[in-house]
């Protein structure tokens, strides 16, 4: 199948507009658009044919009330490696929208999965990680596509995270996704916005 102009505008129109949303409704995601998000995870590619990820979809209040605590703490113990005027910035930045976000997906990658017989990772086993992290952008492009916003908490103590969904041995956690329908559409990151950091782009040499 050829693909024309027409197409890669819109592929890119979608990633320029795909960004890490904070700040969600609570209305429900349609159960729909939940199957077309995990249709766009199984289409990703992975080392070896591997598909390394597991991803769990946490409903348990208990377990969410849990996970923001966890964040709370986490968080504070982030602020705490800033000083002066970067840690005045940094109390001001929301990280997480665990508060709001009607769907919370918890993904874990296999440590050593049978599937793929090793191909591809003996000297490179981060690739399976790597896998994971594609099906988690897939994911976040099928999302946007949908008029969804996602956000990926990373201010979480992994083991405390496997721990507490009580997940087998060899699943090593990777991501919390936030999903539901931003309360704002933006097509420049937060942090660019608040001055952080800016959106430069690294360095595309030839050698």
């Not at 769990?56 to 113990?77: K, Q, T």
């Not at 916003?149 to 956690?173: D, H, K, Q």
């Amino acid at each position: 199948m050829e693909f024309g102009e027409d197409q890669i505008t819109r592929l890119l129109s979608l990633m320029r507009w795909r960004r890490d949303v904070r700040h969600f409704r609570t209305d429900p995601v349609p159960e729909v658009a939940i199957d077309r998000m995990r249709e766009a995870v199984a289409l990703a590619p992975s080392v070896g044919n591997a598909r390394p990820w597991r991803v769990l979809r946490v409903e348990s209040p208990g377990i969410r009330a849990a996970v923001r605590d966890e964040f709370a703490r986490c968080n504070a113990a982030a602020a705490e490696g800033y000083a002066g005027d970067r840690r005045a910035a940094y109390d001001r930045l929301k990280l997480a929208g665990l508060e709001a976000a009607p769907l919370q997906l918890a993904v874990f990658c296999l440590e050593d999965p049978e599937t793929g017989h090793g191909l591809g990772r003996q000297t490179m086993p981060e690739t399976l990680r790597q896998s994971a992290a594609m099906a988690v952008y897939a994911l976040w492009l099928a999302a946007r596509a949908q008029n969804l916003g996602l956000g990926m908490v990373s201010i979480l103590e992994p083991r405390r995270i496997e721990t507490l969904l009580g997940v087998p041995a060899g699943w090593r956690f990777l991501a919390w996704l936030c999903i539901g329908y931003p309360t704002f559409a933006d097509d420049t990151p937060l942090l660019h916005r608040s001055g952080w950091q800016e959106n430069s782009e690294p360095a595309w040499e030839a050698v």
